[in-house]
Nanobody, 120 residues
Framework: QVQLVESGGGLVEAGGSLRLSCAAS????????MGWYRQAPGKERELVAG???????NYADSVKGRFTISRDNAKNTVYLQMNSLKPGDTAVYYC??????????????WGKGTLVTVSS
């Protein structure tokens, strides 16, 4: 069993910053791609940022230049540094990870989500 635990969400004023963390625990050979998704009220869940095993990153157009995704493989942790936050960034943020648990066994795991609220 693999668990992802997110932390770092909260309430922040527009222009402020937050840093989200997501730590994976359990029996794993390795973690492949990791990412952050978010779902705002009345909106579909969208990919915010992703990072591959090799360190390649991709971002939603709405967060490019403001958010930075990174990972610490030794800690099985992915981070999302969010700067210059806008009210439109308000959403529940979900961590995901493609976890290798065995030969030909890769599972996409999700965290429970953490709420980020940006006030104006």
């Amino acid at each position: 069993q693999v668990q992802l635990v997110e932390s770092g969400g909260g309430l922040v004023e527009a222009g402020g910053s937050l840093r989200l963390s997501c730590a994976a625990s359990g029996l794993m050979f390795r973690i492949n791609a990791m990412g952050w998704y978010r779902q705002a009220p009345g909106k579909e869940r969208e990919l915010v940022a992703g990072i591959t095993t090799g360190g390649s990153t991709n971002y939603a157009d709405s967060v490019k230049g403001r958010f930075t995704i990174s990972r610490d493989n030794a800690k099985n942790t992915v981070y999302l540094q969010m700067n210059s936050l806008k009210p439109g960034d308000t959403a529940v943020y979900y961590c995901n990870a493609d976890v290798v648990t065995g030969v030909n066994s890769v599972m996409r795991c999700w965290g429970k989500g953490t709420l980020v609220t940006v006030s104006s």
